[in-house]
């Protein structure tokens, strides 16, 4: 499992406004295109935005499913990846004098590919969460 942490300079509720907007993982999300389309009530448990995934001319068509939500303190996703199979991200957000400490975990799940490559996935997912969370305190501190 990859863990990434961050300390974002902004509080926990503006910090999970930009979670909760299915349109910025566009922009904070690493290899990440374009947001499609999102269902009204996202991030309601259940809900899912549409995404296209990918680097260059490489793209893929996929979903992200909310299993679990606890505003403004925890969001876990599933990202699918077809055919790869889907990730699961847990970020929790803790409030520290004002400011929002990040830790996500993001791990494989479903697809066999996936599984198997685990731990030579797992740094490379590091690599890529650090950037996508310094992507993330860049929105949230500039509101």
Do not use: C
């Not at 907007?21 to 947001?35: F, I, L, M, T």
């Not at 991030?43 to 679990?68: M, N, Q, R, S, Y």
Request: net charge positive; hydrophobic share 40%.
């Amino acid at each position: 499992m990859a863990r990434n942490r961050i300390l974002i300079n902004a509080p926990r509720d503006r910090v999970f406004g930009v979670l909760s907007n299915p349109r910025s993982y566009a922009h904070w999300v690493v290899g990440s295109k374009e947001v499609r389309a999102a269902e009204a009530d996202w991030p309601a448990k259940g809900t899912k935005f549409h995404h296209t995934v990918g680097f260059g001319p490489v793209t893929i068509k996929d979903h992200t499913l909310v299993e679990e939500v606890d505003p403004p303190r925890r969001l876990v996703l599933r990202a699918r990846s077809r055919p790869l199979g889907a990730a699961r991200i847990v970020l929790y957000l803790e409030s520290e004098s004002g400011r929002t400490r990040v830790t996500m975990d993001e791990h494989p799940v479903g697809g066999l590919p996936m599984r198997l490559l685990a731990k030579v996935v797992d740094p490379l997912l590091h690599g890529r969460n650090t950037r996508a969370l310094q992507r993330l305190k860049s929105l949230a501190e500039a509101g």
